[in-house]
C-alpha cells in the first residue's frame, strides 16, 4: 500500500507575509500603489474630515484609494465584495497593509468622492495603460 505525507486541514498556522513584497515591480497593483503614494495629489479628499480634535481616526484615503481602484480594475464593484477581499487576498492586504475597511465605509468613501475618484482612476488606468500593464481583458 502506498504512503503519503501526513496532512491536517485542521490546524493553525502563521504566515510572515512582506506587503511590500507582494507590490512586485511591474504589475499593476504596484503601479496603483506607486502613484497613490508618490504622483498623484490626494488633498482634495482631505476638506470633508472633520476629526482633527476629536472623533475617531479614519481610513487614509491613500489606503481607501488603492483598495477601491485595483478592485474596480478587477470588475469587483461591491463594496461587500471588497471588504472580502481585503480579508482573503493577499494583495488586498498589501494595499490596505491588512486592514479591513467596513463595507459601509467603502460604499460611503466611494459614494461621497464618485467624481475625484472617477478622475483618478482615469490617471491611473493612462499611465497603466502607457507602461503596457492592462491586459485590456475588461
Known amino acids: 500500500m502506498p504512503r503519503f505525507k501526513h496532512y491536517n486541514y485542521d490546524q493553525d498556522a502563521m504566515v510572515v507575509i512582506n506587503y511590500q513584497e507582494q507590490l512586485q515591480p511591474g504589475t499593476f497593483e504596484h503601479a496603483v500603489h506607486y502613484l497613490i503614494e508618490h504622483k498623484l495629489d490626494l488633498s482634495v479628499f482631505h ?32 463594496s461587500r465584495e471588497i471588504q472580502w477581499c481585503c480579508e482573503t487576498n493577499i494583495i488586498f492586504k498589501a494595499l490596505s497593509c491588512d486592514t479591513v ?31 503596457g500593464l492592462l491586459g485590456n481583458e475588461l
Open 101 to 131: 475597511p467596513h463595507f459601509t465605509t467603502l460604499a460611503k468613501f466611494v459614494s461621497l468622492h464618485a467624481d475625484e475618484i472617477e478622475e483618478l482612476f482615469e490617471q491611473v488606468l493612462l499611465v497603466c495603460h502607457e507602461q
Open 47 to 78: 476638506p470633508k474630515y472633520r476629526n482633527d480634535d476629536t472623533g475617531r481616526t479614519a481610513y487614509d484615503p491613500a489606503i481607501l484609494l488603492k483598495i477601491i481602484l485595483f478592485a474596480y480594475s478587477k470588475g469587483i464593484t461591491s
